[in-house]
């Protein structure tokens, strides 16, 4: 089903004791590119939390910005999702033409949402203002709605503070959304999804009526970016959203069946006409802690698709399909030697293979304990695809597994670096046959 990107003949890996796989690398179509989309992904946020509602923040948070590319006014539709793909709460942004809205993460989780309205809801342009060559109208299903309270409601904003930091919620029923790491101080942790929709809708992405030409829509208007901003060590890093887009009308993207970004919430029958994201990516390291640019080394953001729609869950036990296995991840050192990163015996049990990524969002330390690697520095192959009990999609491959992955550098917080990792296929052609490494 995946076609590699890069037309260089066959890499061959030695797999250990696994013997060879080998790929053919070939152009691969309808890749995701930095263009303006009717879906924007946010593939990872962290935010830390004050002890109490209404606390400063000191720590680390994420900040996000939605674009208008045109001079029509749109509204865009944002879901909160946990780390485990439960999607926790939504609000819909208001843009004029041309527009640009800013959301502190941090001021979400304290209570404050962004406050936009269109013309029905802000006549006087005291919210929501426009230029002089952008439009603004009314959406008559956002009144009542737009522009938000402020603060909403404190039960509310608990509810995001539990279900981001993997703590029971009273509105899920003492369910839990998300997993508990036991931060020192607590840490929300999740991803965003930013869709192009009609009206305010209150829904969720897979809720009956969001697909298939109901709130969504098909407007490649949405552009952004987003940065992860740690106050106390003076550090930033930044990079764009992932750009989606969609059509109903290109067969890649609009037969039934086939591989789109939101398969997995629209019953398998590609309704909301996204493009997928990739499948397996390669991303540049480094592992030296004398190094004299990064000694802090490198981390990988890893989002997944674990391909099977997410509720709450009784807290203490992971819900299926996590953890998520991969099919491989291989490091290559500079002198291009591969490794295949194991779990050290612990006898008498002998080295396991590595799950460094079993969440549906997560950051994760190359050369740490989930990820260890002896290898200094080179880069990694991540193949992300993987097979989930009872899914049988998409029907051509069902261990297609879209991702994205950000390599991200560090240097003892004095700065910091990041960069979406190098897509080497596209998961959008569903006549090819299933390629791995």
Known sequence: ????LLA???ISVLLASRGVAEAQLTVAPARVTNEPAATLLLPYFEVELPKKIGG?????TTLFTVNNASATAVLAHVTVWSDLA????NFNIYLTGYDTQTVNLFDVLNGHLPRTGS????????????????????????????????PIPEESTQHLRSSLTGQPSALFGGKCSGRALGDKRPIARGFITIDTVN?????????????????VTNQNVLWGDYVLINKSKKVARGD?????????????????GNYTFYQSLDANDSTDFRQPLATIYAGRFVNVPK????????SVIAWRDCKVKQVPFTCGALPSPFPLSEESVVVFDEQENPEIPVLPPIPPFPATDIMPFPAATQIVKVGGSALPVATTSGWILFNMNTTVAGVNAPATDPAAAQATMTMVLDSKGKYSAAYRAVNLDSATDTNSSHSSF
């Open 1 to 4: 089903m995946r076609k590699i």
């Open 8 to 10: 260089m003949g066959v």
């Open 56 to 60: 400063t923040s000191k720590g680390i």
């Open 86 to 89: 439960v999607p926790v709460t």
């Open 119 to 150: 013309d029905g809801q802000d006549p006087q342009d005291t919210i929501s203002k426009q230029g002089p060559i952008s439009q603004d109208i009314n959406f008559a299903s956002c009144s009542g709605q737009l522009p938000y309270p402020d």
């Open 199 to 215: 009206n305010c809708t209150l829904r969720f992405p897979g809720d009956p009526g969001y697909f298939n030409f109901g709130d």
């Open 240 to 256: 764009a959203l992932v750009h989606i887009q969609a059509s109903s009308t290109d067969p890649l993207t609009a037969n039934a």
């Open 291 to 298: 190094h004299p640019v990064f000694p802090t080394g490198t």
